[in-house]
């Protein structure tokens, strides 16, 4: 299950990076950049859930120990 986290990380990592490249920054909430906008905000949202989702898994390991 951390391979698939790490995968899904690398992933919303990509997104960002690709969507970064399609907001037009003179006029950010308009048109196809307000859809990149999402996009990112998006990718965020998965890496930081991936990251809780990580962080759990140690502490239940941790507590059947």
Same mark, same amino acid.
């Given at each position: ?19 970064? /490249? ?40 941790? /507590?059947?120990?």
């Amino acid at each position: 299950m951390k391979i698939f986290s790490i995968v899904v990380i690398i992933l919303a990592f990509a997104l960002i990076i690709f969507n970064v /490249t399609k907001v037009n920054f003179e006029s950010p909430f308009e048109g196809n950049s307000k859809v990149a906008l999402i996009g990112i905000i998006s990718g965020f949202c998965a890496i930081v859930l991936m990251l809780i989702f990580l962080v759990s898994k140690k502490i239940e390991e941790k /507590t059947k120990d």
